[in-house]
């Protein structure tokens, strides 16, 4: 069974930083994108980044370029969410996601319904 555990989320002041983890269990994900999203209360899920398998390639959604950075360690079948500068918006769920494709694709790794395998998401909170 393929499961997907967050760690590293909290409470923090704007300006302040968090490193999120997803560690997976039960499932090698090396030759799948991996992404992150976040859902805030009364707002839909959206796209935060993603990293391409080999991790060479990484996107983020506008909202968080230049302060967020997302890597995978797929020796440790791991991924990480780096977040400095955080900002009151970024208060969400946080979840992490495996990508049904096999390969890269900008578009699919963008796109929520190609994802299948999910995290049980972690709060992120940043005060003012």
């Known amino acids: 069974q393929v499961q997907l555990v967050e760690s590293g989320g909290g409470s923090v002041q704007a300006g302040g930083s968090l490193r999120l983890s997803c560690a997976a269990s039960?499932?090698?994900?090396?030759?799948?994108?991996m992404g992150w999203f976040r859902q805030a209360p009364g707002k839909e899920r959206e796209w935060v980044a993603h990293?391409?398998?080999?991790?060479?390639?990484?996107d983020y959604a506008d909202s968080v370029k230049g302060r967020f950075t997302i890597s995978r360690d797929n020796a440790e079948n791991a991924v990480y969410l780096q977040m400095n500068n955080l900002k009151p918006e970024d208060t969400a769920m946080y979840y992490c996601?495996?990508?049904?494709?096999?390969?890269?694709?900008?578009?699919?790794?963008?796109?929520?319904?190609?994802?299948?395998?999910w995290g049980q998401g972690i709060q992120v909170t940043v005060s003012s």
């Open positions: 996601a495996i990508n049904r494709v096999v390969g890269y694709n900008n578009g699919w790794c963008r796109g929520s319904q190609y994802y299948y395998v």
């Open positions: 039960g499932y090698t994900y090396s030759s799948n994108c």
């Open positions: 990293i391409s398998p080999g991790g060479g390639t990484t």
